[in-house]
T-cell receptor, first 110, second 112 residues
Framework: NAGVTQTPKFQVLKTGQSMTLQCAQD?????MSWYRQDPGMGLRLIHY???????DQGEVPNGYNVSRSTTEDFPLRLLSAAPSQTSVYFC?????????FGEGSWLTVV | GDSVTQMEGPVTLSEEAFLTINCTYT??????LFWYVQYPGEGLQLLLK?????DKGSNKGFEATYRKETTSFHLEKGSVQVSDSAVYFC???????????FGAGTTVTVRA
């Protein structure tokens, strides 16, 4: 049972580059979300989706795009990377109020 | 909006010591409360939860009681082990809402 799978685990980007963080879950959960984790700030919600074809913004959506074409996948796109987007990114899916997290993607923007 | 405040770390303890991590919340309704744990290099795992006032969540020797009168959900463990070294996050969600509001996290280090 894979649960929530994120790729890549580590990535270094140059300022202005774009990239996509992949997230897939095999639990058939309708709700999925992306968080970023920064020191002293806990986790902050970037975007979330309550089902295929439906997405919405969280607390810190600027600079990120998402789409949800299938129940399983919820990719996060950085349009033009900035050093302020250096962070650890976590994807999560939810069922009955419980969040199941992926192992995280460490992103550095130089 | 809803928010969670938890004690700042880092916290360093000796094995078998008593651990308390304070967590208080602000919410308009009756939220569900959670403690998540993050071991080094890993994602977050649900440690325990409580969904209504006076509920006690427990798991792996950790406990937390939902105190509506003090809007608190403090995490406790009577005798910590080195393997409990991790970052602990308090979080809340409104009823029927999947979104979580997290505290800043408390880093706990247990020394042998």
């Amino acid at each position: 049972n894979a649960g929530v799978t994120q790729t890549p685990k580590f990535q270094v980007l140059k300022t202005g580059q774009s990239m996509t963080l992949q997230c897939a879950q095999d639990m058939n959960h309708e709700y999925m979300s992306w968080y970023r984790q920064d020191p002293g700030m806990g986790l902050r919600l970037i975007h979330y989706s309550v089902g295929a074809g439906i997405t919405d913004q969280g607390e810190v959506p600027n600079g990120y795009n998402v789409s949800r074409s299938t129940t399983e996948d919820f990719p996060l796109r950085l349009l033009s990377a900035a050093p302020s987007q250096t962070s650890v990114y976590f994807c999560a899916s939810s069922w009955r109020g419980f969040l199941y997290f992926g192992e995280g993607s460490w992103l550095t923007v130089v | 909006g809803d928010s969670v405040t938890q004690m700042e770390g880092p916290v360093t303890l000796s094995e078998e010591a008593f651990l308390t991590i304070n967590c208080t919340y602000t919410a308009t309704g009756y939220p569900s409360l959670f403690w998540y744990v993050q071991y080094p290099g890993e994602g977050l795992q649900l440690l325990l939860k409580a969904t209504k006032a006076d509920d006690k969540g427990s798991n792996k020797g950790f406990e937390a009681t939902y105190r509506k009168e003090t809007t608190s959900f403090h995490l406790e463990k009577g005798s910590v082990q080195v393997s409990d070294s991790a970052v602990y996050f308090c979080a809340l969600s409104d009823p029927g809402d999947y979104k979580l509001s997290f505290g800043a996290g408390t880093t706990v280090t247990v020394r042998a």
